[in-house]
């Protein structure tokens, strides 16, 4: 794995995309650095870290696209499979790779806590946790770069489809406002899931005994939700929603809250993503 790590480095350094995205990530940060608070003469570094989560937006599509479509593309995939690496051994490393370099470029922002530390009253663990939520986010996009750059065979597509995939979580907040909260609508919810479950199952064991196992457990499950608490389906969707929601979790750490709960979500969240692609990878190696 650290051949795969320092090889991904490499690349980064060697072709302009690591620079682009540094680049890209500083140039925006220091803008709205000197204007909210250079500028303004506010020493709030929180608001500051708020700003500029939108940058995930442009800067990790630029940092993934290439990771696993230009393998692809160049029909290199098939030595790394049959390298004597595991599949999640490949994925893991090219994933610690684009986190490292996402990570040496928030690192350097922290120069700008410095300066309002110097200059101004510093929140400290405000702007410590809302680093760490910084990370931790990062790392759940990073995950998602990758999961669409595995299915992908071009770069630029790879690197569009990861901005609207991010762009939807980013717009988790608002689209939970506007779906219906009435118990029927909730229902048929929680069927879609329970079907999307079983789905997910069978493309990965090819059996319909364990998909429809699956489906069964959901469907009595919903059954038996309705008799017993029914209030659970009221308001549903946008609990769910809710729920998922990578920056309403990110609110915590801005205010210097570590909740474990939250950590683990993001985690968690990591974890599934780079899991879903190491199957993908595994699927195609053997069909």
């Given amino acids: 794995m650290f051949a795969i790590i320092t090889r991904e480095l490499r690349t980064y350094f060697q072709t302009p995309i690591g620079y682009v995205f540094m680049g890209l990530f500083l140039v925006i940060s220091g803008f709205f650095f000197t204007i909210g608070n250079l500028f303004s003469g506010s020493s709030n570094y929180s608001s500051f870290l708020q700003s500029i989560?939108?940058?995930?937006?442009?800067?990790?599509?630029?940092?993934?696209?290439?990771?696993?479509?230009?393998?692809?593309?160049?029909?290199?995939d098939q030595l790394l499979l049959t390298s004597p690496i595991t599949v999640a051994q490949i994925v893991l490393?090219?994933?610690?790779?684009?986190?490292?370099?996402?990570?040496?470029?928030?690192?350097v922002t922290i120069a700008y806590a410095v300066v309002v530390g110097i200059f101004g009253d510093l929140a400290v663990w405000q702007t410590v946790g809302?680093?760490?939520?910084?990370?931790?986010?990062?790392?759940?996009?990073?995950?998602?770069?990758?999961?669409?750059?595995?299915?992908s065979e071009n770069q630029v597509a790879s690197a569009f489809f990861t901005f609207f995939a991010l762009l939807l979580i980013w717009f988790l907040n608002l689209i939970k406002t506007i779906v219906p909260t009435d118990p029927v609508a909730s229902t048929v919810?929680?069927?879609?899931?329970?079907?999307?479950?079983?789905?997910?199952?069978?493309?990965?064991?090819?059996?319909?005994?364990?998909?429809?196992?699956?489906?069964?457990?959901?469907?009595?499950?919903?059954?038996?939700?309705?008799?017993?608490?029914?209030?659970?389906?009221?308001?549903?969707?946008?609990n769910v929603l809710d729920w998922f929601s990578l920056l309403e979790r990110f609110q915590g750490f801005g205010l210097g809250l570590l909740k474990v709960e939250d950590i683990a979500f993001y985690v968690s969240f990591t974890a599934a993503f780079l899991f879903v692609t190491i199957r993908l990878i595994e699927k195609r190696r053997w069909s």
């Fill in 189 to 238: 919810f929680a069927a879609v899931l329970v079907l999307g479950l079983a789905a997910f199952f069978f493309l990965n064991t090819r059996s319909w005994i364990v998909s429809g196992v699956v489906g069964v457990i959901g469907a009595i499950a919903i059954v038996v939700l309705h008799l017993v608490q029914p209030s659970v389906f009221d308001g549903l969707i946008p």
């Fill in 93 to 107: 490393g090219k994933f610690f790779a684009a986190f490292g370099v996402f990570l040496v470029t928030l690192v």
């Fill in 53 to 76: 989560l939108f940058i995930y937006l442009l800067a990790v599509p630029l940092l993934t696209m290439r990771l696993l479509s230009e393998e692809r593309r160049q029909r290199t």
């Fill in 130 to 151: 809302g680093y760490i939520g910084f990370t931790f986010l990062g790392a759940a996009f990073i995950s998602v770069g990758i999961l669409v750059s595995t299915v």
